[in-house]
């Protein structure tokens, strides 16, 4: 016999249904991206093949192609599509670090904080609770430094950004904390590969310099395609990593109190 409750058409079934709703949109959009080859444009050389196209547009209409670039941005992230530090080096080359930073870090923001809301209200709060009582006591002692743990994590990019919305949503991170330590987690990151994307041009110029020589030699092993990630020298990771692990000292030293206190 049917539960009532369980019908689609009970205001509990439809509750449910209209929860789910936006996790469902989301997947049938990156089913979608990925069936139409569409992933296969966002590359850098796709970039470098339309560069002169959009520096043309970006100086007769600067505003205009600074929302465009938000949008795509945002959606890129929504989306979970790999293209944070693509895009962040794009819009540092087009705007400038400082206007290019700063408008990635909000987009990324508001893209994250779109998955996170969707995953927290279709998915987050049940599979937590039928979670067993380990991960329910993980969760918990996560939600109380919840702030440090995220903005070490996105100082740090080394945690794919897609799982890091996802396992705040899991583990029911307050939305506020969340946008909070996004925007000033990104902040720093978001800046770093603009202000790389900043010096795209000398970047350009010495790895054409560079194909030519090895060409002139006669060497086989030449590589064609430029690799934006070189842009990104050891010493600029290096800080990105310290003010990671700045970003949960206070964790580490809360953790050492408590311990001093027990031993007391």
């Known amino acids: 016999m049917v539960d009532p409750q369980q019908s689609p058409h009970s205001p509990k079934g439809t509750v449910r249904l209209l929860r789910i709703l936006p996790l469902g949109v989301l997947v049938l959009a990156v089913g979608a991206f990925f069936a139409s080859g569409l992933h296969r444009s966002l590359s850098f050389e796709t970039f470098i093949q339309y560069e002169a196209w959009l520096q043309e547009h970006v100086a007769?209409?600067?505003l205009a192609m600074l929302g465009l670039f938000g949008v795509v941005y945002v959606a890129g992230v929504t989306l979970s599509l790999p293209v944070s530090a693509l895009l962040t080096t794009i819009g540092?080359?087009?705007?400038?670090?400082?206007?290019?930073?700063?408008?990635?870090?909000?987009?990324?923001?508001?893209?994250?904080t779109g998955l996170f809301l969707i995953a927290r209200t279709s998915l987050g709060e049940s599979l937590l609770q039928k979670a067993g009582g380990r991960i329910q006591a993980l969760a918990a002692g996560f939600r109380k430094q919840a702030f440090f743990y995220l903005l070490s994590l996105r100082l740090i990019p080394a945690v794919p950004f897609w799982l890091t919305n996802?396992?705040?949503?899991?583990?029911?991170?307050?939305?506020?904390?969340?946008?909070?330590?996004?925007?000033?987690?990104?902040?720093?990151?978001?800046?770093?590969?603009?202000?790389?994307?900043?010096?795209l041009d000398e970047a350009l110029s010495r790895h054409e310099a560079l194909l030519a020589a090895c060409?002139?030699?006669?060497?086989?092993?030449?590589?064609?395609?430029?690799?934006?990630?070189t842009l990104m020298t050891p010493e600029l990771l290096?800080?990105?990593?310290?003010?990671?692990?700045?970003?949960?000292?206070?964790?580490?030293?809360?953790?050492?109190?408590?311990?001093?206190?027990?031993?007391?």
């Open 60 to 62: 007769a209409h600067r």
């Open 92 to 112: 540092g080359y087009l705007f400038g670090w400082v206007l290019g930073g700063l408008a990635a870090s909000v987009a990324a923001t508001l893209g994250a």
């Open 166 to 199: 996802l396992a705040a949503a899991f583990f029911g991170m307050p939305a506020r904390t969340f946008v909070l330590a996004t925007q000033l987690g990104i902040l720093p990151v978001s800046f770093a590969f603009a202000f790389a994307g900043s010096g």
């Open 215 to 229: 060409r002139a030699a006669g060497r086989s092993d030449c590589v064609d395609a430029f690799d934006p990630r």
């Open 238 to 264: 290096i800080a990105l990593a310290i003010l990671g692990v700045l970003a949960l000292a206070p964790v580490a030293l809360k953790h050492w109190r408590r311990r001093d206190s027990g031993h007391g």
